[in-house]
């Protein structure tokens, strides 16, 4: 490892990660300085550093400590890389989603569920991460989800949509989060389950009903997200995902809901009276569309214990101060089109100005598009603390906005279709429209293939603030006996009982 100073520094800080009083704080510089002090490549050396029995004991009596390490581990973009390179980050991306979903209704772990998120997120602007996904999943692990076949994609739509409809109130603000990890993978998805295809589409249901959409300045971002989702896969993934082509036209009705969205002031007000005081994401009939059965062994999600600690966390900064918004499609790379016949994306040949051209309406698209994302945060702040209240030229002017025109336009083509085949046949057996939709294709029909824009996880002064807040609180509440803050002027935040 180096010198013998080296090596009792990287020791004294080993110790220090893996002590159950000091937790360490992300932003710690100096600290990770000299736990990095040799350069990892790849996960064995994780192993050699930190031997697998304190790696244990890390998970056992200082969890944060063990987040903060992963959290840093996949930040360090030389590891991250050679994880990306390989299946390992499949390896990485399980534990995380299994914790998520145990942790998702213990208020207590709230923290320990960010940096989750803030992991994944930073893994999702990598290609190769979104790749990696379409690896068949075999449960190793017994979760509380529904019992599915598929890919590792599978799994991290499933959780997701199990964290969103049946996690405490206090993860609301990660739904952005969740969702842009959705969007950044979603152009690399080639075979949605048909679990996985109805998890997306009842969000999109319970996100777009007016009552919810009017209710707060933001939540139409959601269906923004949701559907730029939809259209990635049409445009670039069509062929391997029949099972969500099939639920978009079962579900066409929630589309069109929306393209019709009423913004007279009125029918916002009728909205609004008509919500009911009941969780939003209630389930409905799109959600149990598929027989779930939670997988054998599973135990469901419990509450954080009466009478535990909890230390109040900053806000969660906004999705567009976390990320930076890039072209998928470098200027040294062919652009992808919509997959063909045989199932493989196609490539257009382009020459060095249509490359120029290209590259110049990403710049455009990606200033329009932070731009109005920018203006429209900016609003939200405002409407919030003027005490908000919606109206139509509001609506109006996101609604004209809704990306829907690929997805109206595979309805127009395919509903027509699949209707004619059931009458023609007799046809009462979803296998049968599955199968012709396979050996369909879009091909020349839908618009011209939008460009991929992936939202990367940039360092924040915003993330930055909220792991030292979050550190603090966890020092903090361990310290609480023996009280050495009694008699003290130290005043960091709120503590509460659960």
């Given at each position: 490892m180096g010198n013998a100073d080296t090596k009792l520094n990287f020791r004294k800080a080993v110790v220090q990660l893996t002590s159950k009083t000091q937790p360490i704080d992300a932003t710690d510089d100096s600290f990770w300085d000299q736990f990095w002090s040799e350069s990892v490549t790849n996960i064995q050396d994780v192993f050699t550093l930190v031997p697998g029995a304190e790696i244990?004991?890390?998970?056992?009596?200082?969890?944060?400590?063990?987040?903060?390490?992963?959290?840093?581990?996949?930040?360090?973009?030389?590891?991250?890389?050679?994880?990306?390179?390989?299946?390992?980050?499949?390896?990485?991306?399980?534990?995380i989603l299994y914790h998520l979903n145990d942790s998702r209704a213990d208020q207590s772990r709230v923290g320990l569920m960010h940096i989750g998120v803030f992991i994944l997120l930073l893994l999702s602007g990598e290609r190769n991460f979104g790749v990696r996904l379409n690896k068949p999943y075999a449960a190793a692990v017994p979760m509380d989800i529904a019992v599915f076949t598929g890919t590792h994609a599978d799994?991290?739509?499933?959780?997701?949509?199990?964290?969103?409809?049946?996690?405490?109130?206090?993860?609301?603000?990660?739904?952005d989060c969740l969702l842009t990890i959705l969007v950044n993978v979603s152009p690399y998805l080639k075979t949605l389950s048909m679990v996985a295809s109805t998890k997306l589409l009842h969000l999109l249901e319970a996100f777009s009903t007016p009552w919810f959409l009017f209710s707060q300045p933001h939540h139409h971002h959601l269906v923004f997200f949701l559907l730029e989702m939809f259209n990635n896969m049409i445009q670039y993934q069509f062929d391997g995902n029949s099972n969500l082509v099939y639920t978009i036209i079962r579900k066409r009705g929630v589309f069109h809901a929306l393209a019709n969205l009423p913004h007279e002031h009125n029918a916002i007000a009728r909205s609004?009276?008509?919500?009911?005081?009941?969780?939003?994401?209630?389930?409905?009939?799109?959600?149990?569309?598929?027989?779930?059965?939670?997988?054998?062994?599973?135990?469901?999600?419990?509450p954080a214990e009466p009478g535990t600690l909890n230390a109040t966390l900053p806000d969660t900064p906004a999705i567009t101060s976390m990320t930076e918004r890039e072209s998928a499609h470098p200027k040294d790379q062919l652009l992808p089109t919509r997959s063909g016949g045989d199932g493989q994306d196609g490539e257009r040949d382009q020459d060095q100005d249509q490359d120029q051209d290209q590259d110049k309406d990403h710049r455009t698209a990606r200033k329009t598009s932070q731009d109005t994302d920018n203006r429209e945060n900016n609003n939200d702040n405002v409407s919030q603390r003027a005490g908000w209240q919606a109206t139509g030229e509001w609506v109006a002017s996101w609604r004209s906005r809704l990306p829907l025109q690929t997805i109206m336009r595979l309805l127009q083509v395919l509903v027509p279709q699949v209707e004619k085949i059931c009458i023609d046949k007799g046809l009462t057996d979803e296998s049968e429209i599955l199968r012709f939709l396979q050996h369909g294709t879009l091909v020349g029909l839908l618009p011209v293939p939008h460009p991929i824009l992936i939202r990367k996880y940039q360092a924040n002064a915003g993330t930055a603030a909220w792991f030292r807040t979050y550190m603090w609180g966890v020092i903090y509440i361990r310290n609480v006996d023996p009280p050495i803050w009694y008699d003290t002027d130290v005043k960091l935040f709120e503590i509460q009982r659960v």
């Open positions: 244990r004991a890390l998970r056992e009596e200082s969890p944060n400590n063990l987040a903060t390490l992963v959290y840093k581990a996949v930040e360090k973009m030389k590891f991250m890389y050679y994880v990306l390179k390989s299946s390992d980050v499949l390896e990485v991306l399980v534990p799994l991290l739509v499933v959780v997701f949509h199990k964290i969103i409809t049946t996690g405490h109130q206090r993860l609301q603000p990660l739904f609004l009276a008509a919500a009911k005081p009941a969780k939003p994401l209630h389930r409905s009939r799109s959600a149990e569309s598929v027989k779930e059965a939670a997988m054998e062994g599973s135990r469901p999600a419990q």
